[in-house]
């Protein structure tokens, strides 16, 4: 018995002193999935949610938002839009995604990162931004959100991944 709790006692020390070496670095996407995001009020039927799990134009043009939490300190790496554009027949033929923050004090908003769909495509589409404006995260100055916009009947919005590392 008495060698079972020394055993668990090393366990546990060494646990401590070793996890945050292989916690240093970690990089884990944030995915905001469709189901996050909401219309911003100035066209409320310009979307509808597909049983499939992403959002759909209705033929108008919309703007969806999501809030976007990420660690203090963290360091946005690359931000990514996953979409169906199948449609050349907007005014904006593209499924745009754009990485905001905006100061908590002032309300002074700034682009971190902006992507879009390349055109009209049946397949999937993975646009990628690793250019980040105001990469590291101050949660304490600033909140951070997701806009997409979307408006043809084949756009389809399926979800917005953050890669960032600690």
């Keep these: 018995m008495r060698t079972l709790k020394v055993l668990s006692v090393a366990v546990a020390l060494v646990l401590i002193v ?98 879009a769909t390349s055109g009209a495509s049946p397949f999937m589409q993975e646009r990628v931004d690793s250019s980040i404006d105001y990469a590291v995260v101050s949660n304490l100055q600033y909140s951070y959100f997701v806009r997409m916009d979307l408006c043809g009947y084949t756009h389809d919005f399926y979800s917005i991944s953050i890669d960032y590392s600690e």
């Design 18 to 115: 070793v996890a945050p070496v292989w916690a240093a670095g970690h990089r884990a996407p944030l995915v905001i999935p469709a189901a996050a995001f909401h219309n911003d009020g100035e066209d409320p039927d310009g979307f509808w949610f597909h049983p499939n799990g992403h959002l759909e134009g209705s033929g108008y043009g919309v703007k969806m938002i999501a809030a976007v939490y990420l660690p203090q300190n963290a360091t946005v790496e690359s931000f990514t839009l996953y979409a169906v554009d199948g449609t050349d027949s907007c005014e904006a033929p593209s499924i745009n995604a754009w990485l905001y923050r905006v100061e908590i004090s002032s309300g002074d908003v700034s682009m971190m990162a902006l992507t």
